[in-house]
């Protein structure tokens, strides 16, 4: 069964054989187009290539070499438990991944490429893996026509985080999404974000602030915590340095998500972080920095609160966890 048609830099996402296949097509892609099913325990995927110079065996899925190929063509037909594919358990599903590669040869004008694919499946109730699990460090949330996406990342943000253990000290990539597929572009914020040793909050939670006071990032002051630069409005990354809270406990984050207009900044809808020498600083115009003043006091909208921002689900509650913090003399 056809599931995806790959030809433009855009997430695509759709159901295939009880499967969510998920593909993030790659710039390149303009000049070819892949099909890749998920079945129940394998995946196969058709690479079509109308570059005349490119030689489609040199296609890799993994470690695997193509199934078969020709000329403009690559085929793959394999198992789950082949080709290296990584494996991450987010609460019920199960999410295998792996990199379509084009390994160019020294003489070839063709550039070599990474091209992600991810089948994701319901988890059964028995199903156990003999790798390690990592469980939960991504989560989507839907809300309306809007994808919410937040998780541990790698250090170089390019895929989720293959450990949950961080040392004092250290940093924590976080990285929050949102996708949009009838909106008009929309900027991502996060207005509020506290630890907690619990996956829900209670009123006796004990909690440590991380982001308050409507997007103020309070670790910044004291600490190397940061938001990175955006690669695009509907992304955010947060370095976090991790911090003496619940040592050696599970941690959670819970974060406030919201997703706004980005010609609508205000003292409530706002990225700040602390820069050292320099004070308060707007993640998205310097120019602005002026409305991270209130991070000090307490930060008030002089607009009236929108009413259609509210009815269309524009914020969305996530968590992300669990993880630890280690003492690193431990």
Not at 100 to 107: I, K, Q
Not at 232 to 249: G, H, P
């Amino acid at each position: 069964m056809h599931c995806v048609s790959s030809k433009h830099a855009v997430m695509m996402v759709s159901f295939c054989q009880g499967a969510l296949l998920l593909s993030l097509a790659a710039a390149m892609a303009v000049y070819a187009d892949m099909k890749v099913d998920c079945g129940p325990d394998f995946v196969t995927l058709m690479w079509t290539e109308s570059r005349p110079q490119a030689d489609t065996s040199l296609l890799r899925l993994g470690s695997c070499f193509p199934t078969s190929f020709s000329a403009g063509e690559a085929y793959f037909y394999v198992d789950l438990t082949d080709c290296n594919f990584r494996i991450l358990v987010t609460g019920d599903v199960l999410l295998y991944s792996n990199d379509l590669t084009y390994v160019a040869s020294d003489d070839s004008y063709n550039l070599a490429f990474t091209h992600p694919v991810v089948c994701a499946y319901e988890r059964p109730n028995d199903w156990y893996s003999s790798q390690q699990i990592y469980d939960p460090v991504f989560k989507t949330y839907g809300l309306g026509d809007l994808q919410f996406t937040i998780g541990l990342m790698n250090d170089d943000f390019s895929g989720p985080a293959e450990f949950t253990s961080y040392p004092l000290g250290s940093i924590i990539p976080i990285m929050a999404s949102v996708v949009q597929k009838t909106h008009q572009p929309l900027l991502l914020l996060l207005e509020e974000c506290v630890a907690a040793t619990t996956p829900e909050l209670h009123p006796e939670s004990t909690m440590y602030p991380i982001i308050s006071n409507k997007g103020c990032l309070l670790e910044s002051v004291s600490s190397q915590s940061k938001f990175e630069p955006r690669q695009k409005s509907s992304e955010m990354r947060l370095s976090l340095q991790t911090f003496t809270f619940a040592m050696r406990e599970e941690v959670f984050i819970h974060c406030k998500l919201l997703a706004w207009d980005p010609n609508g900044l205000d003292s409530t809808k706002k990225a700040c972080h602390f820069v050292k020498g320099h004070g308060w600083e707007l993640l998205d115009d310097l120019a602005q920095s002026n409305l991270c003043d209130c991070c000090e006091s307490k930060c008030k909208s002089r607009r009236q609160r929108s009413v259609a921002s509210e009815k269309h689900g524009m914020v969305q509650k996530a968590v992300i966890g669990p993880f630890t913090i280690t003492d690193v003399n431990s």
